[in-house]
Nanobody, 114 residues
């Protein structure tokens, strides 16, 4: 069993930055992929960024050049640095870990005002 805990969300003006953290209950991130997803009101959950166990990274086209995913294996934490935020980035952001089943955190709200 794995518990994931997101933090770092908040209210920010357009053009601002936030850094989200996803802390795991045990050392897992070097094994399988960890992803950041987001879900805006009335929309489906979508993948924002993913980092594999081997360190390969992919981003959604909508965040390329603005968001950076990184991992600290010693701290069992994955980060999402979000720069140049836009109102359309407003959503609940979730951390996801895939190992036989999907593990999700409780989510953290990000609100970007125009």
């Amino acid at each position: 069993q794995v518990q994931l805990m997101e933090s770092g969300g908040g209210l920010v003006q357009a053009g601002g930055s936030l850094r989200l953290s996803c802390a795991a209950s045990r050392s897992i991130f070097s094994i399988n992929a960890v992803g950041w997803y987001r879900q805006a009101p009335g929309k489906q959950r979508e993948l924002v960024a993913v980092i594999t166990g081997g360190g390969r990274i992919n981003y959604a086209d909508s965040v390329k050049g603005r968001f950076t995913i990184s991992r600290d294996n010693a701290e069992n934490t994955v980060y999402l640095q979000m720069n140049s935020l836009k109102p359309e980035d407003t959503a609940v952001y979730y951390c996801n870990y895939k190992y036989k089943v999907d593990y999700w955190g409780q989510g953290t709200q990000v609100t970007v005002s125009s």
